[in-house]
Protein backbone atom coordinates (compact mmCIF):
# COMPACT_ATOMS: atom_id res chain seq x y z
CA UNK A 1 0.00 0.00 0.00
CA UNK A 2 1.41 3.39 -1.08
CA UNK A 3 2.35 5.73 1.76
CA UNK A 4 -0.53 8.05 2.88
CA UNK A 5 -0.41 11.46 1.23
CA UNK A 6 0.55 14.31 4.34
CA UNK A 7 -1.32 17.94 3.75
CA UNK A 8 1.92 19.49 5.53
CA UNK A 9 4.84 20.57 3.92
CA UNK A 10 8.19 19.00 3.53
CA UNK A 11 10.95 21.18 3.35
CA UNK A 12 11.58 21.34 -0.18
CA UNK A 13 7.71 22.84 -0.81
CA UNK A 14 8.06 25.24 2.07
CA UNK A 15 11.33 26.47 0.13
CA UNK A 16 9.05 26.55 -2.73
CA UNK A 17 6.03 28.20 -0.90
CA UNK A 18 8.29 30.89 -0.01
CA UNK A 19 9.44 31.70 -3.18
CA UNK A 20 5.60 31.93 -4.00
CA UNK A 21 5.09 33.75 -0.92
CA UNK A 22 7.73 36.96 -1.41
CA UNK A 23 7.98 36.87 -5.31
CA UNK A 24 4.09 36.52 -6.15
CA UNK A 25 2.96 34.31 -9.24
CA UNK A 26 5.96 32.78 -11.07
CA UNK A 27 6.67 30.23 -13.42
CA UNK A 28 9.22 27.29 -13.08
CA UNK A 29 11.90 28.79 -14.46
CA UNK A 30 11.40 32.06 -12.45
CA UNK A 31 11.35 29.80 -8.73
CA UNK A 32 14.36 27.88 -9.59
CA UNK A 33 16.13 30.63 -10.34
CA UNK A 34 15.12 31.67 -7.09
CA UNK A 35 16.26 28.39 -4.65
CA UNK A 36 19.38 27.19 -4.84
CA UNK A 37 20.60 23.76 -6.21
CA UNK A 38 17.69 22.13 -7.53
CA UNK A 39 17.00 21.28 -11.03
CA UNK A 40 13.92 22.60 -13.11
CA UNK A 41 12.42 18.93 -13.04
CA UNK A 42 13.05 18.70 -9.32
CA UNK A 43 10.89 22.23 -9.01
CA UNK A 44 8.17 21.58 -11.55
CA UNK A 45 7.63 18.19 -9.39
CA UNK A 46 7.28 19.25 -6.10
CA UNK A 47 4.98 22.51 -7.71
CA UNK A 48 2.72 19.85 -8.84
CA UNK A 49 2.98 18.19 -5.63
CA UNK A 50 2.32 21.24 -4.09
CA UNK A 51 -1.14 22.33 -6.52
CA UNK A 52 -1.89 18.44 -5.50
CA UNK A 53 -2.49 19.24 -1.96
CA UNK A 54 -4.10 22.34 -2.40
CA UNK A 55 -1.50 25.01 -1.58
CA UNK A 56 -0.77 26.25 -5.32
CA UNK A 57 -2.74 26.75 -8.43
CA UNK A 58 -1.49 27.50 -11.81
CA UNK A 59 -2.89 29.27 -15.07
CA UNK A 60 -1.47 29.49 -18.86
CA UNK A 61 0.49 32.15 -20.17
CA UNK A 62 1.09 31.40 -23.62
CA UNK A 63 2.96 28.60 -23.57
CA UNK A 64 4.22 28.69 -19.50
CA UNK A 65 1.91 27.82 -16.52
CA UNK A 66 1.91 30.85 -13.81
CA UNK A 67 2.04 29.22 -10.69
CA UNK A 68 0.75 31.01 -7.23
CA UNK A 69 0.07 30.69 -4.13
CA UNK A 70 -3.53 29.78 -2.47
CA UNK A 71 -3.40 30.69 0.93
CA UNK A 72 -1.37 32.90 2.76
CA UNK A 73 2.13 32.40 4.58
CA UNK A 74 0.15 33.28 8.07
CA UNK A 75 -2.65 30.45 6.98
CA UNK A 76 0.01 27.54 6.17
CA UNK A 77 2.05 28.27 9.89
CA UNK A 78 -1.39 28.10 11.35
CA UNK A 79 -2.11 24.73 9.56
CA UNK A 80 1.68 23.50 10.50
CA UNK A 81 1.08 24.61 14.11
CA UNK A 82 -2.29 22.51 14.61
CA UNK A 83 -0.79 19.23 13.38
CA UNK A 84 2.30 19.13 15.49
CA UNK A 85 0.05 20.53 18.19
CA UNK A 86 -2.59 17.28 17.94
CA UNK A 87 0.35 14.78 16.83
CA UNK A 88 2.65 15.39 19.35
CA UNK A 89 0.90 17.47 22.14
CA UNK A 90 -2.56 15.66 22.17
CA UNK A 91 -4.40 19.06 21.35
CA UNK A 92 -3.08 20.48 24.28
CA UNK A 93 -1.52 24.10 24.34
CA UNK A 94 -0.47 23.85 27.74
CA UNK A 95 1.64 20.77 26.68
CA UNK A 96 3.30 22.31 23.88
CA UNK A 97 4.32 25.81 25.75
CA UNK A 98 5.17 23.53 28.76
CA UNK A 99 7.57 22.16 25.94
CA UNK A 100 8.49 24.79 24.68
CA UNK A 101 9.07 27.10 28.35
CA UNK A 102 11.65 23.63 29.46
CA UNK A 103 13.92 24.23 26.38
CA UNK A 104 17.47 24.96 27.16
CA UNK A 105 17.49 27.01 24.61
CA UNK A 106 15.14 29.92 25.00
CA UNK A 107 16.43 33.26 25.76
CA UNK A 108 15.26 35.68 28.21
CA UNK A 109 13.76 37.93 26.09
CA UNK A 110 11.87 35.44 24.56
CA UNK A 111 10.54 34.55 27.99
CA UNK A 112 9.74 38.01 28.23
CA UNK A 113 7.82 38.30 25.46
CA UNK A 114 5.38 34.70 25.64
CA UNK A 115 4.81 36.77 29.25
CA UNK A 116 3.74 39.31 27.58
CA UNK A 117 1.86 37.62 25.12
CA UNK A 118 -0.13 35.67 27.63
CA UNK A 119 -0.47 38.36 30.14
CA UNK A 120 -2.30 40.22 27.47
CA UNK A 121 -4.12 37.55 25.95
CA UNK A 122 -8.13 38.16 26.22
CA UNK A 123 -9.98 35.91 28.93
CA UNK A 124 -12.85 35.04 26.32
CA UNK A 125 -10.82 32.92 24.25
CA UNK A 126 -12.59 30.56 21.80
CA UNK A 127 -13.65 27.42 23.73
CA UNK A 128 -11.81 24.17 23.23
CA UNK A 129 -13.04 21.09 21.06
CA UNK A 130 -13.66 19.52 24.79
CA UNK A 131 -15.40 22.99 25.58
CA UNK A 132 -17.63 22.58 22.32
CA UNK A 133 -19.12 19.24 22.98
CA UNK A 134 -19.54 19.79 27.16
CA UNK A 135 -16.64 17.98 27.80
CA UNK A 136 -14.70 19.52 31.40
CA UNK A 137 -11.16 21.05 30.74
CA UNK A 138 -8.40 19.44 33.43
CA UNK A 139 -7.41 22.20 36.17
CA UNK A 140 -4.26 23.13 33.94
CA UNK A 141 -6.07 23.74 30.86
CA UNK A 142 -8.81 26.03 32.76
CA UNK A 143 -5.73 27.91 33.88
CA UNK A 144 -4.38 29.08 30.99
Known amino acids: MPPRK ?8 LRLMRVLWSCG ?15 YTSVLTTIRVLETKGYVRH ?5 AFLYSATIQESEAS ?3 VRHLLDRFF ?6 LLLSLLGDAEIDPEELRRLKQAIASAPDDVIPTTAEAVGQERSPE ?3 L
Open 6 to 13: SITLTPAE
Open 25 to 39: ESAVSDIVRQVEALA
Open 59 to 63: RQQGR
Open 78 to 80: RSE
Open 90 to 95: GNSRER
Open 141 to 143: ESA
